[in-house]
């Protein structure tokens, strides 16, 4: 594979943080919502979720506190996604998480190292999938690829004219599909 430079979402897709967050959401609800209901929701956004669970602002409040509680530790990358990481000429990172939250994780795994640059949500860009961060990491950085779990990661990199890959997700319109990162050699070309 010829290096590339590659836009990551970060949840879901470098890190497996969503069993976490369906717990910690569950808690915050104090109801006998199954995980995996709570999981669904979240999975396709944490507005979704906080809507559907018509949750408060303290709710919230006490959810996104709770996350920032939980140990770094507890937050797994997945199995190797640094051999993709470190194949790649340039990794970017695009996420709605927060900045704190993000370098927390990213750094008790010695991770932060593979990214030239992170939007995270604090930096006031429109929500996926809207493009304006696509666009400005592009302009940037020169995106080859856009990875993510979910088509609204991978609609602004299509806008874009990016090639386009899924992870753990079979949902019409990516280029690439991958379940596992000891695969991405094999199926993804740029």
């Not at 010829?2 to 717990?23: C, M, Q, R, S, V």
């Not at 304006?132 to 299509?158: E, F, M, Q, W």
Request: proline content about 4%; some cysteine; overall charge negative.
């Amino acid at each position: 594979m010829t290096t590339i430079n590659i836009l990551w979402d970060f949840d879901g897709t470098l890190f497996d943080t969503y069993p976490i967050y369906a717990k910690l959401f569950k808690r915050t609800l104090h109801t006998d919502v199954s995980e995996e209901d709570i999981f669904s929701k979240i999975k396709i956004s944490f507005l979704e979720a906080f809507s559907y669970f018509d949750m408060t602002k303290e709710q919230i409040g006490e959810f996104k506190q709770l996350i920032r509680q939980y140990p770094a530790s507890g937050f797994k990358p997945f199995d190797s996604v640094e051999k993709v990481l470190a194949s790649a000429d340039k990794n970017v990172i695009m996420t709605h998480n927060n900045r704190e939250d993000l370098v927390r994780i990213l750094r008790h795994y010695d991770m932060e190292h593979y990214f030239t640059e992170m939007v995270t949500g604090d930096d006031g860009f429109p929500r996926k999938p809207d493009p304006a961060s696509y666009i400005y990491l592009n302009d940037r950085h020169g995106i080859d690829l856009a990875v993510g779990d979910r088509t609204l990661d991978i609609i602004p990199a299509k806008k874009l004219g990016k090639k386009t890959c899924l992870f753990q997700n079979k949902e019409a319109g990516a280029d690439f599909y991958v379940d596992r990162y000891n695969e991405f050699f094999d199926r993804v070309y740029v």
